[in-house]
């Protein structure tokens, strides 16, 4: 199924189909790490061909702890998806970030604690670089994006991933804004670090529902009030994708593409042959 779609699009909470899409079909894909969240929709957005994926499965019915990443990103890559942009509800961590405004992050702080973060393990060790967890191309792309569409946008800031599925406690929250934390969400991580492993430039549109429970005059968090703050920002977020899907560029200059380029620590030889055959579609060219 290899050069199916060039774009891949992680839909999160609230955003589980694109509209206007032609020639669409759904993509069941099988990966060695079992099946992605869902069935992949595969279509067109003008000139460009898109793979869509509901990271929580439709209905979302599954717990951010629970996800299938390492599906969901083979899964994607086996499409011959090259960009993803990732779509997601977090929090705010500071005042002048406001319900309802979106964040283009560039750093994130890792709180989870029970997920597995890497393709590279049983017999094959390698150190991917991931001081810079974004793509810078594609985040100043989709930060345009979203300027043009008249959205309040913030471009940089710290994400915070924790594991969930609880909202933190309010003393959490306060240390994450003592570390000048922007946002905090449950499901950036692994999911950019196994893009990056992937070789595949990744970028989040956040989508701020609420204020975390530090904030004094705001009402606690409730899953009401995220659902429908985010799904405020839905219609916003689609028109991003689209504008985005036609200015990406046709060739890669940016380190993602190159992630994997002289960080395989195991010698060749010594690589099991189930690994060489399960990974070949991310260190292929590295190993032959």
């Known amino acids: 199924m290899k050069n199916e779609a060039k774009i891949g699009v992680i839909g999160g909470s609230g955003l589980y189909e694109i509209d206007g899409m032609t020639e669409v079909k759904k993509a069941r894909v099988k990966t060695p790490f079992g099946n992605p969240s ?13 793979a869509f994926l509901p990271r929580h499965g439709k209905g979302h019915r599954i717990s951010p ?3 299938p990443v390492r599906a969901n990103i083979y899964a994607l890559k086996s499409l011959g998806v090259e960009w993803i942009i990732s779509i997601s509800a977090v929090g705010s961590l500071q005042e002048e970030i406001h319900p309802v405004d979106l964040v283009i992050p560039d750093q994130l702080i ?3 604690k029970s997920r597995v973060n890497t393709f590279f393990s049983q017999g094959l060790v390698a150190h991917v670089a991931f001081a810079d967890p974004f793509c810078p191309v594609l985040s100043d792309i989709l930060y345009q994006a979203a300027l043009e569409q008249g959205a309040r946008v913030h471009k940089g800031g710290i ?3 924790i594991e969930g599925p609880q909202f933190s406690t309010k003393a959490e929250s306060n240390l994450y804004r003592s570390w000048g934390a922007s946002i905090i969400g449950m499901t950036a991580l692994p999911e950019a670090k196994l893009a990056r492993e992937a070789e595949i430039c990744y970028a989040t549109v956040a989508c701020v529902t609420d204020y975390d429970c530090w904030h004094q005059t705001e009402e606690s968090v409730m899953v009401e009030m995220i659902v429908n703050n985010l799904l405020r920002n839905i219609t916003t977020a689609k028109n991003i994708i689209r504008t985005t899907s036609d200015r990406i560029p046709q060739q890669r200059e940016c380190s993602c593409a190159q992630a994997l380029k002289d960080v395989l620590i195991t010698a060749p030889n010594k690589i099991p042959a189930w690994v060489k055959r399960d990974l070949g579609l991310l260190i292929g060219k590295y190993t032959t």
């Open 110 to 112: 890792d709180r989870t």
């Open 65 to 67: 702890s629970e996800l």
């Open 159 to 161: 994400c915070v991933v």
């Open 38 to 50: 869902d069935a992949i929709t595969i279509g067109s957005l003008g000139e460009t061909r898109i």
